[in-house]
Nanobody
């Protein structure tokens, strides 16, 4: 069994910063990719940032230059450093990971989500 546990969400004023963390645990053989998605009320879930096992990264245009995704392979943890936050960043942020488990199968896992609220 594998689970993703997110932390770091909260309330922040516009222009402020937050760092989200997502730790994967369980019968993990390897983590192929980790990503952050977000979903605001009434909107579709969107990919915010992605980091692959080789270290390459991709960002949504709306967050490029403000957010940074990073990964600590030793801790099976992905981070999202969010700077210059604006009210439009308000959403539930979800961690996502493609993980090969010890049995050799690959699955996509989701965290429970963490609320980020940016006030003006």
């Amino acid at each position: 069994q594998v689970q993703l546990v997110e932390s770091g969400g909260g309330l922040v004023q516009a222009g402020g910063s937050l760092r989200l963390s997502c730790a994967a645990s369980g019968s993990i053989f390897s983590i192929i990719a980790m990503a952050w998605y977000r979903q605001a009320p009434g909107k579709q879930r969107e990919l915010v940032a992605l980091i692959l096992s080789g270290g390459s990264r991709n960002y949504a245009d709306s967050v490029k230059g403000r957010f940074t995704i990073s990964r600590d392979n030793a801790k099976n943890t992905v981070y999202l450093e969010m700077n210059s936050l604006a009210p439009e960043d308000t959403a539930v942020y979800y961690c996502n990971a493609d993980i090969t488990v010890q049995s050799g199968y690959q699955y996509r896992y989701w965290g429970q989500g963490t609320q980020v609220t940016v006030s003006s």
